[in-house]
């Protein structure tokens, strides 16, 4: 569908709402990892907590996210920090990238009765390839890669056009952002469930 969107130059509203499906779908799944969390770890604070998967929003720091996970999995922090501490791994400032934070803004943001409108864009995207000795580590200066590579450049960088959908106004792609987000929950699921 993604590609028939791009040939067509046109988002049928199916489409939006298959992304937004998706999205939440990804989004709930996380959400029953962190009731799951709070059952078995958690302290509620009132009656009626409301317990829901904690991410860090892209202005916050590790601080601020312990926080947040107190107030989403009350009790959690205090039981178990070893299991705070591999959710701080999903976050932006962990070691799996951005993709939580969006998914999770771009979810909120949908959830309030309007598809965020998607819109065909095109892009001038760099390739960067290289070799690696087996076993080794190179260190990259990805300002200094002069495209096209040569004699003495372990890397080649190459500019290449492509068009794809992004969610409008956000700079995320959407094809990007869900390539990204469905084997990363599936991870976390199964991470979350081991403990």
């Given at each position: 569908?993604?590609a028939h969107?791009?040939t067509?130059?046109?988002i049928p509203?199916?489409f939006?709402?298959?992304?937004?499906?998706?999205?939440e779908?990804l989004?709930?799944?996380?959400d029953?990892?962190?009731?799951a969390?709070f059952?078995?770890?958690g302290?509620?604070?009132?009656?009626?907590p409301?317990?829901?998967?904690p991410y860090?929003?892209?202005?916050?720091?590790k601080?601020t996210?312990r926080?947040?996970?107190?107030?989403?999995?009350?009790?959690l922090?205090?039981?178990r920090?070893?299991?705070v501490?591999?959710?701080?791994t999903?976050?932006h400032?962990?070691?799996?990238?951005?993709w939580?934070s969006t998914?999770?803004e771009?979810?909120?943001?949908n959830?309030?009765?309007?598809?965020?409108?998607?819109?065909?864009k095109?892009?001038?995207?760099?390739v960067?390839?290289?070799?690696v000795?087996?076993?080794?580590?190179v260190?990259?200066?990805?300002k200094?890669?002069?495209l096209g590579?040569?004699p003495?450049?372990?890397?080649?960088?190459?500019?290449?056009v492509?068009?794809g959908?992004?969610?409008d106004?956000?700079?995320?792609?959407?094809?990007l952002?869900?390539e990204?987000?469905?084997p990363q929950v599936?991870?976390?699921?199964?991470?979350?469930a081991g403990?």
């Amino acid at each position: 569908m993604h590609a028939h969107c791009l040939t067509e130059r046109l988002i049928p509203p199916a489409f939006l709402i298959d992304v937004k499906n998706l999205m939440e779908n990804l989004r709930s799944a996380l959400d029953y990892c962190a009731v799951a969390l709070f059952s078995a770890y958690g302290r509620p604070q009132s009656r009626t907590p409301k317990i829901y998967f904690p991410y860090a929003r892209h202005d916050s720091d590790k601080r601020t996210f312990r926080k947040t996970v107190e107030r989403s999995i009350p009790g959690l922090l205090a039981s178990r920090p070893d299991i705070v501490d591999r959710l701080e791994t999903y976050q932006h400032f962990g070691n799996t990238g951005d993709w939580l934070s969006t998914l999770a803004e771009l979810t909120n943001e949908n959830k309030h009765l309007r598809l965020t409108p998607q819109v065909v864009k095109q892009y001038t995207a760099v390739v960067i390839s290289g070799t690696v000795p087996q076993g080794g580590t190179v260190e990259i200066d990805l300002k200094r890669i002069p495209l096209g590579g040569g004699p003495g450049h372990p890397f080649h960088a190459a500019a290449d056009v492509w068009t794809g959908l992004e969610f409008d106004g956000s700079g995320v792609l959407v094809l990007l952002l869900l390539e990204q987000a469905v084997p990363q929950v599936r991870r976390v699921v199964e991470e979350l469930a081991g403990l």
